[in-house]
Structure formats: C-alpha cells, structure tokens
C-alpha cells in the first residue's frame, strides 16, 4: 500500500473518532462517503493508468 494511501485513512480514522465520539452522524457519514470515492479513485488511477501515445 502507498504512503499517499496509508496517511489518508489515518487522517480518515482520526476524524471519525472524533465524530463518532461526538455523536455527529450525519458528518461521520460524509467522512465515510468521501474516505470510499477516494479509495475508488486511487484504485481506479492503479487499475487504468494514463497511456502516453
């Protein structure tokens, strides 16, 4: 796993903690939401580089 990939769900970890803590749903669920299309896109950018022609 990248170093990009590990230091974004640190950072996706630490401010869930802190929203679950809080009892804020609805952000822990954005968080949630936003830490998935970006793993999606990370993989997707692994799956399918960009090919130089």
């Known amino acids: 796993m990248s170093n990009e990939f590990e230091r974004f769900f640190e ?10 803590i809080e009892s804020r749903g609805d952000e822990l669920t954005d ?5 998935l299309e970006e793993a999606l896109s990370i993989l997707e950018t692994e799956l399918y580089p960009d090919t130089v022609h």
């Open 31 to 35: 968080i949630l939401v936003a830490s």
């Open 11 to 20: 950072l996706q970890d630490e401010a869930s903690k802190v929203a679950f």
